[in-house]
C-alpha cells in the first residue's frame, strides 16, 4: 500500500512539473509561422510599388495646397464613382427656376448647398445634380457626379453644410 501511494505522489509531481513548466514556445511560434499565408513576389508587387514610388516623387514636387486638394480626392474605378457620388446626392432633371452655373475653362470651384439641384453648363452640354444634405462641409469633384463629362474633371462643388443635422 505504501508503494503505491509512493508511486501515486511521484506520477502526481512529474504530471504537475511538466504543467509548471509552461508553454513551449518554440513549437508555438513554428506553427505560427507555418500558419501564416505565403505571400509571393509578382510582377503586379513590382509595379505596384514602382507607382508608388512616382506617386511619392511627384507629391513632394507639389505646392502645399495642390497636396491638401489631393488627399480629398479618391481614385475610383467607374463602379466605385457612382457609388461614391451617391454620397453627395442623385443626378437630377433641372425644374423650372433651379439655379443654372455655367463652368468656364480654369474654373476651380462652385459653391452650392445641401438640399440644391444645380445644373452644370459645360459648353454644348448640361447635367443637373441634386445636392443630398450632409453633416459638415464637404467637396466633391464634378467628374465624380458626371464621369462622361471631360470638360467636368478638376471642377470642384463646394458643399455647405446644413442646420439639419445640428439639432436646432
Not at 470638360?151 to 462643388?157: D, N
Request: aromatic share 6%; proline share 5%.
Amino acid at each position: 500500500m505504501k508503494a503505491i501511494r509512493i508511486l501515486t505522489t511521484v506520477t502526481l509531481a512529474a504530471l504537475s512539473a511538466s504543467a509548471l513548466a509552461g508553454p513551449n514556445w518554440d513549437v508555438i511560434n513554428s506553427a505560427r509561422l507555418a500558419a501564416q499565408p505565403q505571400r509571393v513576389a509578382s510582377a503586379g508587387d513590382a509595379a505596384e510599388q514602382a507607382m508608388c514610388d512616382h506617386c511619392a516623387q511627384m507629391m513632394g514636387q507639389m505646392p502645399a495646397g495642390a497636396i491638401d486638394m489631393h488627399g480629398q480626392m479618391m481614385h475610383r474605378s467607374a463602379g466605385q464613382s457612382s457609388r461614391a457620388a451617391a454620397l453627395f446626392g442623385e443626378r437630377a432633371t433641372a425644374p423650372a427656376g433651379t439655379r443654372s452655373v455655367t463652368i468656364t475653362p480654369g474654373m476651380k470651384a462652385v459653391p452650392v448647398s445641401a438640399g440644391e439641384t444645380v445644373r452644370f453648363d459645360f459648353g454644348s452640354t448640361s447635367a443637373a445634380w441634386a445636392f443630398a444634405m450632409r453633416p459638415g462641409n464637404a467637396a466633391v469633384e464634378l467628374s465624380t457626379l458626371f464621369p462622361e463629362i471631360p470638360a467636368a474633371k478638376g471642377v470642384w462643388a463646394d458643399l455647405s453644410g446644413t442646420n439639419f443635422y445640428s439639432g436646432h
